[in-house]
RNA sequence: GCCGCCAUCGUCUAGUGGCCUAGGACGUCGGAUUCUCAUUCCGAAAAUCGCGGGUUCAACUCCCGCUGGCGGUACCA
């Protein structure tokens, strides 16, 4: 392999960006940057019914957020339509492809054998010609399919390595016949397997969505997504299981791409997001916060307020996803006290009024330490009475952050 | 149906013929720490390596068959 790394990601923007197609993404853009190749965007838009109109734009928000960029111009197959026509119809002239009902038909030599070594598991994978049926290169309203625009582009462009997912395999046999058509070289093809949904059929939105922006919007970080979605089907050996994009740059081979399909695993990955929550520093983590809730005029007062460095300390080990830091730090009452639990607060009040002069933290410990025994109170509902909550952040943190009339507020209210 | 890919704890996986009475992680269960909840730390249960044949002194690892799962079978990608 003498040519340097040129790989692609070439997505359709029919629908959501999804997280089998970032996976696709991120191991083209590790693929190039462990070679030190290049990473190029190629839309591929040729299918005008399907198209979404936002979709593109979700992708590169998606590649910009995740900061896998690619170089290079973007290509949009829908303006070189000229291009795969001058192609289609040379394979015309050359009897390799004929016309019917207005579009261009390619029909593959039964007795043909289609051969290739497929990088992942690196295998020899063969097909005759004759389980092939004949197929549209070029349609009637003038556009490519995906099987003409995708050689012709992949040729011009120089790609050396087609990252792409297993559901192409079963045309890679049209895809080796137009290459070998032209007289062109073809590139080297990785199919990944595809990621499969709890219930062991290809992830969709069936299973709850999701976009990659959906994660983002659910207070995932962009380190725990690429970090997720790189395991999700690859492995560097070893226990590793915490990897930076840069770590990850340089571990990446092709060989440790597994040939079997993975299951999505929702509550791994939101582990892997506390992992991640709790890794970068609290100044960091301000950051991300900030911009989380941009649009939440009341966290926003929050996290900008002097106590916010302590709050977010207080916080981070407690949280899996930015999304719970709202109401981990909210000061309103979540849940209402019993009949009960009233009597008790109001005991709990008048008790702490008369213990606590400075309301510091030894002073306000020993004191719930002294109700609870004496009063045969838990721990567990003194926590509720103070805080408003029935699990969160420490009371003694509570009390550094918001201090006397939180609490008395809480034990107060109805 | 036909064609193809795949097959180690529930899940992600380590493992490339002897180091495996199969290791790690998530999850689960138990315990320690502890002001609740988390975090952190210990420990446990959990795969007769899908099944059946080979090959070999030796197989989770190689070969064949079966079964199962997934994918493809569009003028979609």
Do not use: C
Request: proline share 3%.
């Amino acid at each position: 392999m003498s040519s340097k790394v040129k790989v692609r990601f070439a997505p359709s923007p029919t629908g959501i960006a999804h997280i089998g197609g970032i996976r696709t993404a991120l191991y083209n853009f590790l693929f190039a940057k462990k070679n030190k190749g290049e990473f190029l965007l190629r839309i591929e838009d040729t299918d005008q019914k399907r198209l979404v109109k936002e979709a593109e734009n979700a992708i590169f928000e998606m590649l910009k957020w995740l900061e896998i960029q690619p170089s290079g111009e973007i290509i949009h197959q829908s303006e070189r339509l000229e291009i795969y026509k001058k192609y289609a119809y040379e394979l015309v002239s050359k009897k390799i492809a004929y016309e019917k009902d207005g579009a261009v038909w390619v029909s593959l030599p039964d007795d043909k054998i289609f051969e290739w070594t497929d990088l992942v598991g690196n295998k020899k994978i063969r097909f005759e010609g004759s389980t092939q049926e004949d197929f549209v290169i070029l349609k009637s309203d003038g556009f490519p399919t995906y099987h003409l625009a995708n050689v012709v582009d992949d040729h011009l462009m120089g790609t050396t390595h087609v990252f792409r997912g297993e559901e192409w395999i079963s045309s890679t046999p049209k895809h080796l016949y137009l290459y070998e058509s032209f007289n062109w070289e073809h590139p080297e093809f990785v199919h990944l397997p595809v990621i499969l949904g709890s219930d062991h059929t290809k992830l969709s939105k069936r299973h709850g969505a999701k976009s990659v922006l959906d994660y983002k919007n659910e207070g995932y970080l962009k380190e725990a997504v690429l970090n997720y979605m790189a395991l999700l089907g690859w492995n560097p050996g070893g226990d590793r299981e915490q990897m930076s994009l840069s770590e990850m740059e340089s571990l990446f081979e092709i060989k440790d791409i597994n040939t079997a399909n993975p299951i999505f695993d929702q509550t791994k990955f939101e582990w892997l997001n506390g992992v991640w929550i709790r890794s970068i520093s609290t100044q960091e983590l301000q950051e991300r916060l900030n911009e989380f809730y941009s649009d939440d005029k009341e966290v926003v007062k929050i996290i900008k307020s002097e106590k916010s460095e302590e709050l977010v300390k207080a916080a981070t080990s407690r949280m899996r996803t930015l999304a719970d830091f709202k109401n981990l730090v909210s000061k309103d009452p979540q849940n209402k006290k019993t009949k009960e639990e009233e009597k008790i607060a109001e005991k709990l009040n008048n008790f702490l009024d008369k213990k606590l002069k400075n309301w510091d933290d030894e002073e306000l410990l020993s004191a719930i330490r002294e109700f609870s025994k004496e009063e045969n109170v838990p721990f567990k509902t003194i926590f509720f009475l103070l805080s408003g909550k029935t699990s969160g952040i420490g009371i003694l943190e509570l009390n550094q952050i918001y201090g006397k009339d939180f609490f008395v507020a809480n034990l107060k209210s109805k």
